[in-house]
């Protein structure tokens, strides 16, 4: 692979001019960062990048929105057993970026369980088809013939996504599915070091003859005029450096063209040993493998590395033992095709020499280096010998010890690689000023077993992270760790970490969607939504909707059932039957005494559960089970000779996608004999379609 790395555009792949891909002298050389050795060639020379995003916005747009919600989840299940199937290949060409097969494992798996899980979840959490409704209906008149919702619909433009160089399969993967779950086409741009990976598993993505036409477009190499061609409609989803993502936000499409921009940077994360954390408690112990496997793990390159190990000061000279024996114990520097490397290289000389620049602003600084050496060090190489490696990337695993915790260096520079440095503390309140010296960051861990400190070190520090880990003895081991964000959680930051929220579930498929505020009657908002909303029509035509298979059911079928009487000794035969004997349903003086009720008054799930019988259709058929009732609220008392009955509407009918059976919500209604409302709540059934 020494010749020109292609782009995927506009459903091919795209290499510059014959004259300049044959031109050996053309193009950025990509090297292997162990060796040195040329890997590919990138170059955009040529490229119509106008074409490629216009052909998201066309053919893109129009494929993704034939498909809904859970359609598009199931193409990411998919799409992740495609990649599963060849991850092998993935592993091999990873380990000439660098990445031990640990590394790798959390690039490339990593990178796959985001789309399974993106899967799951929106085959879960989203309505089959492509509105996604936000919240509960607003009244917005007295009669209830104007109501207010709020709903989500996709973008119509592409998502560019810019990403680094030390993640180029889970980086891009993070972006992608939550922006192809929401139905918007992405055009991928890998940071140019490690983009031969990116190829790699585009190009099996391309292959599985999966990807729906114009869902995914890959440029290899600079874009430097992209900006220019971006529009309303578009997105943009960067991962870098702070000072990158400022330049790039200063741009026109963004401050005035209405392009979103969200990013994801480089953030001086912090650990926090607690007071209580002695050396020889586990939670000590935690905290010292996680500040190795954070300064080790990707060799350092990671944005939510420990980068500042906050210790008091009575424990500093024991954390700087313990993590020298730990590496000395468990780090091995070399190549990561050598039998036995934990660490390896950077991504590239480059990344060496900035990674040593700012090592030397540290020490400038204050910082005195306790842990590791700048100098060149002896690696493992694949034939088995140890020995320099002067065409690769190495760099010894450094800590650095500050003895002024408030220079301000240590609090802005970044030596993004195996380094950290760590600062003292006093008391509680001093930690928490320490963390939020960073100016903002994607992650902060706490290491202490005492709540009290955890409680408030967290009051300090949680508007200044995006994510905060609380390590001790009973979740040490299950924990996933400092560095691993996770799709069902924020990743992102506020300040200096970019002010943006990739991943997080559901919130990292609605940056992909715009909210609109619909204002109309029910019927119209029913039309719109796909969500029956009381005051729309509905439908009794005298054959009960349980009878109905999906294929039949329609939003407003509906069932009214009789009415039932409750009695006193209803009353009493459910207190003592369930043991429910609450003053309200058994002391007419107490219950009186109570600002709620009138007197004795039917217990809730007496009614509730009365309401079942009226409503249901016993004999078997289309419902195969109720799984469950939500947004339960009792409105009305009712009184031992009232009556009470319900009235049942089919609200909202989801199929799955993969199943011979949907789930089906119906909005229940208890109401009394003077058409009072007793209570609501939704009802949840799961329906054949046949």
Excluded at 54 to 60: D, F, S, W
Excluded at 112 to 122: A, N, P, Q, R, T
Aim: proline share 6%; net charge negative.
């Amino acid at each position: 692979m020494t010749g020109i790395l292609p782009s995927y555009v506009e459903g091919e792949w795209w290499t510059p001019a014959a004259t300049v891909s044959q031109d050996p002298a053309s193009g950025t050389e990509v090297r292997d960062a162990s060796t040195g050795e040329v890997v590919a060639r990138v170059s955009t020379d040529g490229l119509d990048l106008a074409g490629a995003l216009e052909y998201g916005r066309t053919v893109g747009q129009e494929s993704l929105g034939r498909l809904s919600f859970h359609q598009r989840a199931v193409l990411l299940k998919k799409l992740a057993l495609a990649l599963t199937a060849r991850k092998s290949e993935l592993y091999e060409v990873s380990a000439r970026t660098g990445a031990t097969r640990t590394d790798s494992w959390v690039d490339i798996d990593g990178g796959i369980g985001v789309l399974f899980s993106y899967s799951s979840k929106g085959r879960r959490e989203l309505p089959d088809g492509q509105i996604y409704v936000d919240g509960p209906v607003e009244p917005l008149s007295k009669d209830g013939s104007f109501l207010g919702r709020h709903v989500y619909s996709r973008l119509p433009g592409v998502a560019v996504q810019i990403n680094a160089f030390n993640f180029p399969v889970w980086g891009s993967l993070e972006k992608f599915a939550p922006a192809f779950l929401a139905g918007v086409p992405t055009v991928v741009k890998p940071a140019t070091p490690t983009g031969y990976l990116a190829e790699a598993f585009v190009r099996i993505l391309v292959e599985s003859d999966l990807l729906p036409a114009g869902s995914l477009q890959l440029i290899s190499g600079s874009v430097s005029d992209l900006f220019d061609h971006l529009r309303l409609g578009d997105i943009v989803g960067f991962t870098g450096s702070a000072s990158t993502a400022e330049s790039l936000r200063a741009h026109s499409a963004v401050q005035t063209g209405g392009v979103r921009f969200t990013a994801e940077t480089d953030s001086i994360n912090a650990s926090v040993l607690g007071t209580d954390a002695t050396a020889g408690t586990p939670e000590f112990d935690a905290y010292v493998r996680q500040l190795v496997t954070e300064m080790t793990s990707k060799a350092g390159q990671k944005c939510t590395a420990i980068r500042r190990a906050i210790v008091p000061a009575v424990s500093a000279d024991a954390v700087v033992e313990a993590v020298r024996a730990r590496i000395a114990d468990k780090v091995v520097l070399g190549d990561p095709r050598a039998e036995g490397t934990t660490m390896g290289p950077l991504a590239s000389p480059a990344q060496r020499d900035e990674v040593l620049r700012q090592v030397g602003r540290l020490t400038d600084a204050g910082g005195r280096i306790v842990v590791g050496t700048m100098d060149a060090p002896d690696v493992l190489h694949d034939d088995g010998s140890t020995a320099p490696a002067p065409d690769g990337a190495f760099v010894s695993p450094m800590l650095l010890r500050f003895d002024d915790s408030a220079a301000d260096a240590v609090h802005t520079v970044e030596a993004f690689g195996p380094v950290a440095s760590m600062l003292t503390y006093d008391t509680t309140a001093e930690a928490g000023g320490l963390v939020a010296r960073g100016g903002g960051s994607l992650v902060t861990s706490i290491a202490t077993h005492d709540p009290v400190q955890a409680m408030e070190l967290a009051a300090r520090i949680a508007p200044f992270n995006g994510r905060m880990l609380l390590l001790d003895r009973d979740d040490a081991r299950s924990s996933t760790g400092h560095g691993s964000p996770l799709p069902n959680l924020v990743h992102g930051g506020p300040g200096r970490a970019g002010g943006g929220e990739e991943l997080g579930g559901m919130r990292a498929v609605l940056h992909h969607m715009q909210r609109t505020a619909l204002q109309g009657s029910p019927e119209m908002l029913t039309a719109l939504t796909g969500q029956w909303h009381a005051g729309a029509a509905a439908n009794s035509d005298g054959r009960h909707p349980f009878r109905k298979p999906l294929t039949e059911l329609r939003i407003g079928d509906q069932v009214v059932s009789a009415s039932r009487k409750v009695t006193l000794d209803d009353i009493e035969t459910f207190a003592h039957f369930t043991g429910d004997t609450f003053y309200a349903h058994m002391d007419e003086d107490a219950a009186a005494a109570n600002p709620f009720f009138p007197g004795r008054v039917a217990h809730g799930y007496l009614l509730v559960s009365w309401a079942a019988g009226l409503f249901v259709d016993p004999e078997p058929g289309p419902v195969l089970a109720n799984y469950g009732l939500e947004n339960l609220r009792f409105l009305t008392p009712v009184s031992p000779g009232d009556t009470i009955r319900v009235e049942l509407t089919a609200k909202q009918i989801t199929p799955r996608e993969t199943d011979e059976y949907g789930e089906v919500r119906w909005d229940a209604v208890i109401r009394n004999q003077d058409e009072e409302t007793v209570a609501t709540y939704d009802v949840l059934t799961l329906v054949s379609k046949e």
